[in-house]
């Protein structure tokens, strides 16, 4: 069965750095979507991405964050300046259309020191 | 953010028996609903949907009910299986809205 895939599986960087977590949606999937939950709390809404752009996002997604896809098999978060507090595990999801429901991928988890 | 609560985070129940996970709502907009199913070190996988115009949706031994005007919902495993033991999380979606959003979880652990 088709999977979203994430690397890397754990990311260690220093605060203030930049990091770039890469995810694989499945292939035929049109909506891209990160969330992220920090340790003991709620998964959590960032983005989602629908024809190369935005289409929604939380108020978690400042302008520290942004995302791309590259290419046509990429979806990247990047965080340009991080902080103790983005500390957590990521995830990606994809999905074919509106009404299907959202694939995840097992996760980054992001270590800021 | 208490839009979607699951208010038992564990739950104990006997091999071959039904479990019952229980998820309420504040938002009466939400009209999609989704069960994930999460172990350790993995992402959520999807187990099953209702649509609000539905009040119950059937795939194997998951069954979810959906009570809109108590604003709550339910997902019924039978008979519970060791593989079973995971976190059950909640999630639901308004009309024109890509985002989910979450319960808090429950800690399903089914004894042999």
């Known amino acids: 069965e088709p999977e979203v895939t994430q690397t890397p599986s754990h990311q260690v960087t220093q605060m203030g750095q930049e990091v770039i977590l890469r995810c694989v949606p499945i292939?035929?999937?049109?909506?891209f979507y990160w969330y992220r939950q920090i340790l003991g709390q709620k998964v959590e809404f960032l983005v989602s991405?629908?024809?190369?752009?935005?289409?929604?996002k939380s108020e978690i997604f400042d302008d520290q964050f942004s995302v791309e896809r590259p290419d046509g098999s990429n979806f990247t978060l990047k965080i340009r300046s991080t902080k103790l507090e983005d500390s957590a595990m990521y995830f990606c999801?994809?999905?074919?259309?509106?009404?299907?429901?959202?694939?995840f991928g097992d996760g980054t988890r992001l270590s800021i020191l | 953010d208490q839009q979607v609560k699951q208010n038992s985070p564990s739950l104990s129940v006997q091999e071959g028996r039904i479990s019952i996970l229980n998820c309420d709502y504040t938002?009466?907009?939400?009209?999609?609903f989704l069960w994930y199913k999460k172990y350790p070190a993995e992402g959520p996988t999807f187990l099953i949907s209702?649509?609000?115009i539905k009040d119950k949706n059937e795939d194997g031994r998951f069954t979810v009910f959906l009570n809109k005007s108590a604003k709550h919902l339910s997902l019924h495993i039978v008979p519970s299986q060791p593989g079973d033991s995971a976190v059950y999380f909640c999630?639901?979606?308004?009309?024109?809205?890509?985002?989910?959003?979450w319960g808090a979880g429950t800690k399903l652990i089914i004894k042999p």
């Open positions: 999630a639901a979606s308004a009309p024109g809205n890509y985002q989910l959003i």
């Open positions: 938002n009466s907009m939400f009209d999609y």
């Open positions: 209702i649509s609000s």
């Open positions: 292939s035929n999937h049109l909506y």
């Open positions: 991405f629908y024809n190369n752009e935005i289409s929604e």
């Open positions: 999801a994809s999905r074919r259309d509106s009404v299907m429901p959202q694939h």
